[in-house]
């Protein structure tokens, strides 16, 4: 299924990349900014924080850091220059938020108040070959990566078939 908001000129991160709209549990803030102006879906923001996120699978959209979401990151890091986080870890979830466009109500992509929890990766085996390779077959070794430790051996097995 695709997000309501997926595609069109997106220029920043939303409740759309939310896998099947579940919180991603594990996501670096590489660094944040204050942006005097910044383009946001086509008008221009004054005063603006962005968060950068580490290179993942989920996004390559910097993330607006609302007052809400700035509050939440001090209260985890307890860093008041929110300008010198870095490599930061969070949990990303979406809640209900008024919507500026009609005073209504609207989801809003979130720093969760739940800890990350970095996903464990399982050791792939040579009982995993199998599943491996089929998976290989749509996708690259980059991706298998993400949720399997391989092993030199093993992937060296891979590249071959």
């Known amino acids: 299924m695709t997000h309501y908001r997926q595609g069109g000129k997106l220029t920043h991160a939303g ?7 579940k ?8 660094k944040i900014e204050f942006r005097e102006t910044e383009e946001v879906a086509g008008r221009t923001e004054k005063g603006v924080w962005i968060a950068t996120f580490a290179p993942n699978k989920y996004t390559t959209l ?9 509050r939440r990151l001090f209260k985890m890091s307890q860093v008041e ?7 930061f870890p969070v949990r990303l979830t979406k809640e209900k938020t008024r919507d500026v466009q009609d005073g209504g109500e609207t989801w809003g992509l979130r ?22 390779v089929k998976f290989l077959e749509t996708r690259s070794i980059e991706e298998l990566k993400e949720y399997y430790d391989i092993p030199k051996e093993i992937e060296l097995k891979l590249k071959k078939k």
């Open 15 to 21: 409740c759309e990349i939310l896998p099947d709209g």
């Open 111 to 132: 720093i969760s108040k739940l800890p990350p929890t970095k996903p464990v990766k399982k050791k792939l085996g040579e009982s995993d070959i199998p599943s491996a």
């Open 23 to 30: 919180d991603i549990e594990y996501i670096v803030i590489e």
């Open 62 to 70: 910097p993330i607006i850091l609302n007052a809400t979401n700035r």
């Open 81 to 87: 220059h929110i300008d010198t986080l870095t490599n």
